[in-house]
């Protein structure tokens, strides 16, 4: 009877309202008496607990990743198949009475997504890169705060957005219209989905036993058996200029992660990338070693962090030059945003119609938005005075710059699934490096980089955090679920992933070293370090081939950014992505060169068996990414030395934080006129 009614529950087609001719009050009452669904169970402890245990391993999964390649992967379609599976399973041992419904799935993938994704956006980028800078971990306290308080300020952003931009203006957010879609198919068509649960899960350990043979360290393991990190081509015969191909990253490495991310993100990047990768490491580099813009180690040996020193300008320019073009291109966009913010905060006017009154119970309440941004808002504000010696005022404007950011960022996302989390934060740190250059600051430039990064952090993180809440939104409001419940699964899953990420951060990052080299070339923090650099030392401090590569990186950038705003979408195929294209100049040459095979053999299949590819490649390349990841991740706190783990919990406690110096507030006509560059 139970499983009949689940089946009743998913088998709703709507897709949404057509606002034309209708006021809003008359949008939304049509979503809460035709389609929602009512008091029925969601925001259960067994879907709070399923989200957050699914949702916490996510977030190791995408912490690895985003450290591999500067990339975070949205977990929530994936929960809602493993949520599934495991309550099939646990329904089956008895320990459950029964699967969880849909919208109790509903609710497991809003708290999965928030522990899986939103807590780690900052981490891979701002705080990487400081780290970099810095030579030291933050204090775990001040880390686990930060996190917490970014994904809370982020999540109760949404609150005054959720009713104009779902309810009102209907906007897509395609990847929430997925889940929806995704969470009907579990409930209506169970073998089908049993065969992408399965594929999804012997995926899963194929990663994960590729990851094992390759990087096990335990003595009893058969050498012969062991997987090299890298399939080096006639590494002994062939040289470039005296160095071996591998030196110039010109190999194969023996991993599947880099092949499942190339079949996600389409042929057109990744020959982007391709093109990109061999332009740099097999042409520019050889030439810049020869004329002496790329040297050796210590040791005299070439390695990908000795290129990337150089090649970054180029990479980093080209990708912030296009991403703010195309921002700026999004004028409109950003036009009905801020347009938007009369309707999003003006309340009812008149007598309070009873019906509205009524549904009003089940939106989430503008008190939470209040409440949330002073608790999260001065949290933020009181880390960035007492933690990174960022004075009050500054503090105060990073969460204001950020609200507005957010709302821009979170329109693109319902317009395009695109969420611009780089273009936004490059805006604050662009904001910064004019209003807190390095010698307008007490501590000069390493002063200048921390308050560039931590504030341009807020707006990343959060903006990210916001815009994932209103794609589950999204979903749940196709399923005719109640927001405010899952607001709340949301909020929970902050803490969640919180608790599993900063230490997992400490544990995979025990010294700075380990980022920016053949491990984790974290390219998301290389381009964050650089623009901040850049940005509080200017461009003297670069060498000339560096410049060079800043001016010729942004002026092919801003091309490409021009052939997409020109360029019918049908043709765009024929060019590069400048996105693609820059990030070839950030990442290894064989992590390119996997991502290149993946997406080709995907571009294959969806010509030769289309229906196939539509339904197994995600779940099988998600799969994939997850086991071998979470192998990896493993496999390397197993290996950790326990003094390592205490030295990088300890972490900043040996630079105890100086409290803000007293700035005077900014003279904005003196400082107008002296921009500081933008890579």
């Not at 071996?244 to 880099?258: V, Y």
């Not at 982007?272 to 180690?297: D, E, K, Q, R």
């Not at 962090?305 to 990479?315: M, T």
């Not at 950003?334 to 009812?348: C, H, T, Y």
Request: net charge positive; glycine share 12%; aromatic share 10%.
């Amino acid at each position: 009877m139970a499983q009949e009614e689940a089946r009743k529950e998913a088998t709703g087609d709507f897709v949404g309202i057509d606002p034309t001719g209708k006021n809003p009050e008359e949008i939304e009452l049509e979503w809460f008496e035709n389609h929602y669904k009512g008091d029925v169970p969601q925001l259960t402890v067994r879907a709070v607990i399923m989200g957050m245990f699914l949702g916490g391993f996510m977030s190791l999964s995408n912490l690895y990743i985003g450290l591999k390649t500067g990339w975070g992967l949205g977990v929530a379609i994936t929960a809602c198949i493993l949520s599934y599976s495991l309550g099939a399973l646990l329904q089956k041992l008895r320990v459950l009475r029964g699967n969880l419904s849909i919208m109790e799935n509903n609710c497991m993938q809003a708290t999965a997504s928030s522990a899986g994704y939103s807590t780690g956006g900052t981490m891979v980028s701002a705080i990487a890169a400081l780290l970099m800078i810095e030579g030291h971990h933050l204090n775990f306290w001040v880390l686990f705060f930060w996190t917490i308080f970014l994904a809370m300020l982020g999540v109760v952003m949404t609150i005054p957005m959720k009713r104009q931009m779902i309810n009102v203006e209907q906007l897509k957010f395609p990847s929430g219209v997925a889940g929806a879609e995704t969470l009907r198919s579990l409930y209506a068509e169970g073998e089908a989905a049993k065969k992408k649960a399965r594929s999804l899960f012997y995926a899963m350990f194929a990663g994960m036993g590729v990851a094992f043979v390759r990087d096990n360290g335990f003595s009893w393991y058969p050498e012969a058996l062991r997987l090299p990190s890298y399939f080096q081509f006639m590494n002994d015969k062939i040289k470039i200029l005296g160095h071996t191909l591998h030196e110039w990253t010109l190999d194969w490495e023996n991993s599947a992660i880099m092949i499942a991310a190339g079949a996600l993100i389409g042929i057109r990047t990744a020959w982007s990338m391709m093109l990109g990768g061999i332009v740099n490491f097999g042409l520019l580099a050889p030439w810049m070693y020869a004329n002496g813009s790329i040297v050796t180690n210590a040791k005299g040996l070439l390695g990908y962090r000795q290129i990337v020193d150089w090649s970054l300008w180029i990479g980093a320019s080209l990708m912030v030059t296009s991403g703010l073009l195309t921002f700026a291109f999004s004028w409109r966009t950003i036009g009905r945003a801020f347009s938007g913010l009369k309707d999003i905060f003006g309340g009812p006017k008149g007598p309070v119609n009873p019906r509205i009154e009524a549904m009003d119970k089940v939106e989430i309440p503008g008190t939470w938005f209040v409440i949330g941004m002073l608790v999260a808002g001065l949290g933020c504000v009181s880390l960035e005075i007492v933690a990174f010696s960022i004075n009050w005022w500054m503090g105060i404007l990073s969460v204001v710059l950020t609200f507005f950011l957010a709302i821009v960022a979170c329109r693109a996302t319902g317009e395009t699934d695109i969420t611009p989390i780089g273009a936004m934060g490059k805006i604050t740190q662009l904001m910064y490096g004019i209003l807190a250059p390095a010698s307008g600051v007490p501590g000069g430039a390493a002063a200048a980089m921390k308050i560039n990064l931590m504030t341009a952090g807020v707006t990343a993180g959060a903006a990210g955090s916001s815009a994932d809440l209103l794609t589950v939104l999204k979903t749940g409001y196709l399923l005719g679920a109640n927001p405010r419940k899952q607001f709340i699964a949301q909020f929970l899953g902050i803490f969640a992933g919180a608790l599993v990420i900063v230490p997992a951060f400490y544990l995979l990052v025990p010294t700075a070293d380990i980022l920016g080299g053949d491990k984790f070339p974290a390219p998301a923090a290389q381009v964050w370090k650089g623009v901040a650099e850049l940005l509080s030392q200017g461009l003297a401090v670069l060498s000339t081939t560096k410049r060079w590569g800043l001016v010729i990186g942004g002026f092919i950038g801003i091309i490409l950014a021009i052939l997409d705003k020109v360029v019918p979408a049908k043709y765009r195929k024929y060019y590069p992505s400048a996105m693609g294209l820059g990030l070839a100049f950030v990442i290894p040459f064989w992590n390119t060169f996997s991502m290149f095979v993946g997406a080709f053999i995907v571009w294959i299949l969806e010509k030769k068996s289309p229906k196939w590819a539509e339904a197994y490649v995600i779940p099988i390349a998600s799969g994939v990414i997850a086991g071998e990841s979470l192998m990896g991740v493993g496999l390397n706190l197993a290996t950790i030395n326990p003094n390592e783990i205490l030295t990088a919990i300890k972490g900043g406690a040996a630079a105890t934080p100086q409290p803000a110096a007293i700035l005077p507030t900014p003279d904005v006509t003196a400082i107008l006129p002296t921009p500081t560059p933008m890579p």
